[in-house]
């Protein structure tokens, strides 16, 4: 069985209690306006082309018909005709390419997460499983929380909660804690801002608060989207048994760089003016 990965962050400190190793896995039903994570979007592997940082030296054009230099230096990236193979990520000397969605075994995952135990025993740690959105890798979320819970490390789902509720009955046994999120309480202001609403989302929480789940929501507090709410949203959470406790997210647009090497659109909102 394998997993679809974007990344590794080690030392983790926002994914959970203690000291954390956070695997971010491909795939998410929302398209958040505001996401700092839009290469986990799409469920299969793609290329990132980040344009400032090319020197048109053509080493990718040695292994991939998908680049070309023109006459003039300049280096073009034909995305349409690209099938994420990585060939041309892996000869770029200035990473200007960059393969999204590396494939691990669920083994190799565990040995990598395994490798920080000393520091989660010593500071209350463990690992975490984010997105995107994990749990659409269900089973291959299931197996490394299993493998991680029978070995004694405290495990955290980092979840956006639109998925099935079947997905959340079959990682429970396995989870410690879930980080949930909450972008909006109205669902037509929730689908401007994330392309869907928010029925399914907030019934998986309330369900999950039943079942007996500790729960910590994530805010992304986004300037004209959710920051006249905050106090609504801690209001709402705070009455679920088992929230334990609403942690607010600092809003900025450093993803915008990211949005425009996949070749997406970004609309991330601007920051709020500082006079």
């Known amino acids: ?26 795939g998410c039903p929302l398209r958040c306006a505001w996401c700092h994570n839009p290469e986990t979007w799409k469920a299969g592997p793609e290329l990132g082309y980040f344009a400032h940082n090319c020197i048109s030296c053509g080493a990718c054009t040695k292994v991939c018909p998908c680049h070309t230099i023109t006459p003039e230096g300049e280096h073009v990236f034909a995305r349409t005709l690209c099938k994420a193979c990585g060939k041309c990520a892996e000869v770029c000397p200035r990473k200007a390419l960059t393969l999204y969605g590396e494939e691990l075994s669920v083994e190799k995952a565990c040995a990598i997460l395994r490798a920080d135990k000393p520091f989660y025993d010593e500071s209350g740690g463990g ?9 659409m890798q269900l089973e291959a979320s299931e197996a490394i929380l299993r493998q991680m ?45 994330t392309g869907v609403g928010n029925e399914l989302i907030l019934d998986n929480l309330k369900y999950l608060s039943t079942r007996g789940a500790a729960i910590e929501i994530r805010m992304p507090v986004v300037p004209g989207f959710n920051d006249g709410i905050v106090e609504d949203v801690k209001a709402f959470a705070l009455a679920l048994p ?14 915008k760089s990211k949005f425009l090497a996949i070749g997406s659109d970004h609309r991330m909102p601007p920051l709020p003016r500082k006079d």
């Open 1 to 26: 069985m394998n997993v679809r990965i974007t990344g590794i962050k080690r030392f983790a400190v926002h994914d959970g209690p203690g000291i954390r190793t956070t695997l971010f896995l491909k």
């Open 127 to 135: 690992i975490t499983l984010s997105g995107g959105e994990c749990l």
């Open 149 to 193: 819970r029978n070995e004694g490390i405290h495990t955290a789902v980092d979840s956006c909660g639109c998925v099935p509720r079947t997905s959340f009955d079959r990682v429970l046994p396995f989870s410690d804690i879930f980080l949930y999120d909450i972008k909006h309480l109205d669902s037509a202001r929730h689908k401007e801002g």
């Open 242 to 255: 088992g929230v334990t406790r609403v942690r607010e997210l600092a809003y900025n647009n450093l993803a």
